[in-house]
T-cell receptor, first 117, second 112 residues
Framework: GAVVSQHPSWVICKSGTSVKIECRSLDFQATTMFWYRQFPKQSLMLMATSNEGSKATYEQGVEKDKFLINHASLTLSTLTVTSAHPEDSSFYIC?????????????FGPGTRLLVL | KQEVTQIPAALSVPEGENLVLNCSFTDSAIYNLQWFRQDPGKGLTSLLLIQSSQREQTSGRLNASLDKSSGRSTLYIAASQPGDSATYLCAVWSSGGFKTIFGAGTRLFVKA
């Protein structure tokens, strides 16, 4: 079946550094990918929609200059947390859609756990 | 704006009991609804996907129903086992805005 991978699976960094998270669709091309954030004991909140070859669409309240999204190819989207702070510590999950129209299916990556010290 | 609500927020049942988890959504314009399982500190495991044209889907001891007109879905778990303990998330792929919205989840604990 379709697989979406994320790298790294977990990362610990110092406050003020930038962290890049990769999301790859392994056996299909995805024109649209999505980035979610999940704080402890909370649900997944959509951060942004990543569109191949164009700018990402951010949800209200998400700082686009802090969470840089690049979707340079049909199989790769990256999320860069710039100047990370402890409050950015969270579980980040990406997803990719396969297919077209109502036959589209969404596949989720395994997530990346970020801890900012 | 699509909103997804899950009830109850938490549930504790003895092993062997049948149980129902509820999910409601405010906008019936959806492509599909998906139920996920999430174990502590882990990612999502897809359980069942119901297309908007479907009424239910079954997989093993799990059965999910969808009533799009009333904005409701239920996940039925038969003969619950301790291994079913996890958080169950309902996610609606909303055609308005073309995005997936998650409910807050139901934390299930099945006692041996």
């Amino acid at each position: 079946g379709a697989v979406v991978s994320q790298h790294p699976s977990w990362v610990i960094c110092k406050s003020g550094t930038s962290v890049k998270i990769e999301c790859r669709s392994l056996d299909f091309q995805a024109t649209t990918m999505f980035w979610y954030r999940q704080f402890p004991k909370q649900s997944l909140m959509l951060m942004a929609t990543s569109n191949e070859g164009s700018k990402a669409t951010y949800e209200q309240g998400v700082e686009k200059d802090k969470f840089l999204i690049n979707h340079a190819s049909l199989t790769l989207s990256t999320l860069t947390v710039t100047s990370a702070h402890p409050e950015d510590s969270s579980f980040y999950i990406c997803s990719a859609r396969r297919g077209e129209g109502r036959q589209e299916t969404q596949y989720f990556g395994p997530g990346t756990r970020l801890l900012v010290l | 704006k699509q909103e997804v609500t899950q009830i109850p927020a938490a549930l504790s049942v003895p092993e062997g009991e049948n149980l129902v988890l509820n999910c409601s959504f405010t906008d019936s314009a959806i492509y599909n609804l998906q139920w996920f399982r999430q174990d502590p500190g882990k990612g999502l495991t897809s359980l069942l996907l119901i297309q908007s044209s479907q009424r239910e889907q079954t997989s093993g001891r799990l059965n999910a129903s969808l009533d799009k007109s009333s904005g409701r879905s239920t996940l039925y778990i038969a003969a619950s086992q301790p291994g079913d303990s996890a958080t169950y998330l309902c996610a609606v792929w909303s055609s308005g805005g073309f995005k997936t919205i998650f409910g807050a989840g139901t934390r299930l604990f099945v006692k041996a």
